[in-house]
């Protein structure tokens, strides 16, 4: 038996908007913040979602719905441009479809850790404007992505100074196991996705790949941005420790 998207996202907004949350959102983006998630709920509820799907979609929300009012608490202001304006041939405006989009995303997500930081990501979006809508589709596609470890490796080396990580990958790979060899394929896949970039070499013109020396690691530009807009540094820190001392010396 399914579980309308519209009832779900629906309880969400009664329990936010309406309750404390509301407040904080206030007269400005209440009203904006309702209909947005409205209309996102009517559209999801179309498909046939299961009661788990149902859930994890309410649950992305109400975390969307709590960064929003966060955000508005820090005194930050949800943005100007087009985002919220629907587009006159679609009747959709950039903001319905990066919504939509995260939703969807949400419902097929089965490592559920990741629920927080698919609403910190849309709801953040809602207030950077240098963020266009290419560029909001792009971080939500690497986002849906990467495995909620690979999430973890990124607020890792966003805070490496934190840990003793090895400048010795060679004696890394004698001393893990086979299973702990996989953190590598997924650090490995973070460089070629341009989101992890070593010190010592260029992306130009040689394998992405390149050197895996946990030391030498660190955010792009691209990994930067991500790790901030889904507030990736909100992960237990024995999360990021328990993958910290596989690359520590």
């Known amino acids: 038996m399914s579980e309308s998207a519209n009832t779900v996202v629906?309880?969400?907004?009664?329990?936010?908007?309406?309750?404390?949350?509301?407040?904080?959102?206030?007269?400005?983006?209440?009203?904006?913040?309702?209909?947005?998630?409205?209309?996102?709920?009517?559209?999801?509820?179309?498909?046939?979602?299961s009661h788990r799907e149902s859930a994890r979609i309410g649950i992305a929300a109400a975390y969307a719905i709590t960064r929003i009012d966060i955000n508005q608490k820090s005194n930050l202001q949800l943005r100007t441009d087009n985002f919220f304006i629907k587009d006159k041939i679609t009747e959709r405006s950039v903001a319905d479809e990066i919504l939509e989009g995260t939703l969807l995303a949400a419902k097929n997500e089965y490592e559920e850790k990741k629920l927080k930081y698919y609403g910190n990501l849309v709801a953040n979006i809602a207030f950077h404007s240098e963020i266009d809508h290419y560029h909001s589709n792009y971080l939500l596609r690497i986002g849906e992505r990467l495995s909620y470890r690979q999430l973890c490796i990124l607020d890792l080396f966003k805070f490496k100074s934190h840990y003793q990580l090895s400048q010795n990958v060679s004696f890394l790979f004698k001393k893990l196991t086979q299973n702990e060899m996989v953190i590598f394929r997924e650090i490995e896949e973070l460089k070629i996705l341009n989101l992890l970039g070593?010190?010592?070499?260029?992306?130009?013109?040689?394998?992405?790949?390149?050197?895996?020396?946990?030391?030498?690691?660190?955010?792009?530009?691209?990994g930067k941005v991500l790790h901030s807009l889904m507030n990736l540094d909100e992960i237990d820190k024995f999360e990021i420790d328990s993958i910290a001392v596989k690359l520590e010396i």
Do not use: H, Q, W
């Open 198 to 222: 070593s010190s010592n070499e260029s992306l130009m013109g040689g394998n992405a790949a390149g050197n895996l020396t946990p030391a030498l690691l660190e955010l792009t530009e691209t």
């Open 10 to 49: 629906g309880a969400v907004i009664g329990g936010c908007i309406a309750g404390p949350i509301g407040a904080g959102v206030g007269a400005v983006g209440g009203k904006l913040v309702e209909d947005l998630f409205t209309r996102a709920g009517m559209e999801i509820d179309k498909r046939y979602l």
